[in-house]
């Protein structure tokens, strides 16, 4: 069996990494956030970390998924409520 040194997976496309390391390790998403930094779609994390040695072909490589960031309702603010200051 060969091993090999995990790759950092951070910050990379989630799809596109599945596909691209199909051969060395099998990428399944374990969970997913939101994070205002890492956009949608990305990964956050994944176990094994990077360096870690792994067994190409036979290991699980589960990753934390970027939801993107969260979106926030902002209330309506009325025009009457506003009060400027007379220079």
Known sequence: TDTEEMVNLVGYDYQECKSTYAQYFD???????????IPQ???ISHTPKAGTPIIVGNTQVKAVVSKGPQMVIVPNVRWSRIRLQVC
């Not at 990428?27 to 930094?37: A, I, P, T």
Request: hydrophobic share 30%.
């Open 27 to 37: 990428l399944v998403v374990d969970q997913e956030k939101y994070d205002s930094e």
């Open 41 to 43: 779609g990305c990964i």
